[in-house]
């Protein structure tokens, strides 16, 4: 199992518990992330995740090595997310699946945030809806996308939290 852009580990571990007979492995740009991830990982025993400093878009993962990828928020930061996903795809077994969460309205999501820390921090004078974090905010967005870079038979399910 192949969690893209794993932050600090946290769905890496779930999904390594699930998959205890193989191996799960969490990738992500921020090294100090991982370090954390790793620490985290050890004191929990879970001895079956791993963590690869890497970018995901373009990380020469080994071809058809996983069954599955999940990623948690991401995935809406590529450059080119058709590429990126292309790549993702390659990582996948013949009949691997790819899921993932991403936000539906995160300039509703992240003004909520900066508004309950307002006392103690500006906000950002930037637009924070970034293109990145919007990028795969439209279901149909999604699809494309996806389908593009080769992946068949997706789903795209908007959810409230
Ligand atoms: C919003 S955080 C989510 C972290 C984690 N999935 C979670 O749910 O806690 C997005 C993460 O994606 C990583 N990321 C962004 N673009 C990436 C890329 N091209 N390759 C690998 N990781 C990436 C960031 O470094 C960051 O840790």
Same mark, same amino acid.
């Given at each position: 199992m192949l969690d893209i852009g794993c932050g600090t580990g946290q769905t890496t571990r779930?999904?390594?518990r699930r998959a205890y007979r193989g191996r799960a492995v969490g990738i992500d740009l921020f090294e100090p992330m991982l370090g954390r991830a790793r620490h985290t990982a050890a004191a929990e025993s879970v001895?079956?995740?791993e963590f690869e400093l890497g970018d995901a878009q373009v990380h020469p993962f080994p071809s058809g090595g996983f069954d599955a990828a999940i990623s948690r928020a991401g995935v809406m930061f590529f450059a080119d997310s058709?590429?990126?996903f292309?790549?993702?795809?390659r990582a996948l077994r013949p009949g691997g699946r790819l899921a993932f969460v991403c936000h539906r309205d995160p300039s509703e999501e992240v003004e909520a945030v900066f508004a309950a820390l307002a006392e103690y921090l500006p906000a950002p004078d930037s637009d924070v809806s970034t293109p990145g974090v919007v990028d795969l905010a439209?279901?149909?967005?999604i699809r494309t996308v996806l389908g593009q870079a080769g992946f068949?038979? $997706? $789903?795209? $399910?908007?959810?409230?939290s």
């Open positions: 779930s999904a390594a001895g079956n995740a058709v590429a990126a292309a790549n993702i795809g439209d279901p149909d967005r068949v038979e $997706t $789903t795209a $399910t908007p959810r409230r």
